[in-house]
């Protein structure tokens, strides 16, 4: 079993940065693909970027293309959504996601994703 727990959203002007990260327990991190997702108030869970298990294939939203970058750090069983230029339309609350296996390529639905983080909040103050 895979457990997500994602932490470093907070508030933030419109123009500042914030780090997720995204610490997992369980078998198999370094062989999974992982993802970022959000979801507005009102509005349906969304992909944001997504990132495969070695690290070397990365994929964004176009909307935070530029702006946001993910990592992972395999030894500490860790992924990182680096989130620079926010801007009020970025708040959400952002989970992480695990494809729990190896699967070769990049993944954007959801249904791809097996475990997920409870999520945590990111506002951006206009």
């Known amino acids: 079993q895979v457990q997500l727990v994602e932490s470093g959203g907070g508030l933030v002007q419109a123009g500042g940065s914030l780090r997720l990260s995204c610490a997992a327990s369980?078998?198999?991190?370094?062989?999974?693909?992982m993802g970022w997702f959000r979801q507005a108030p009102g509005k349906e869970r969304e992909f944001v970027s997504a990132i495969t298990a070695g690290g070397r294939g990365t994929y964004y939203e176009d909307s935070v293309k530029g702006r946001f970058t993910i990592s992972r750090m395999n030894a500490k069983s860790s992924v990182y959504l680096q989130m620079d230029g926010l801007k009020p339309e970025d708040t959400a609350v952002y989970y992480c996601?695990?494809?729990?296996?190896?699967?070769?390529?990049?993944?954007?639905?959801?249904?791809?994703?097996?475990?997920w983080g409870q999520g945590t909040q990111v506002t951006v103050s206009s």
């Open positions: 369980g078998p198999a991190f370094s062989t999974s693909g």
């Open positions: 996601a695990s494809r729990g296996q190896y699967i070769s390529g990049i993944a954007t639905a959801q249904n791809e994703y097996r475990y």
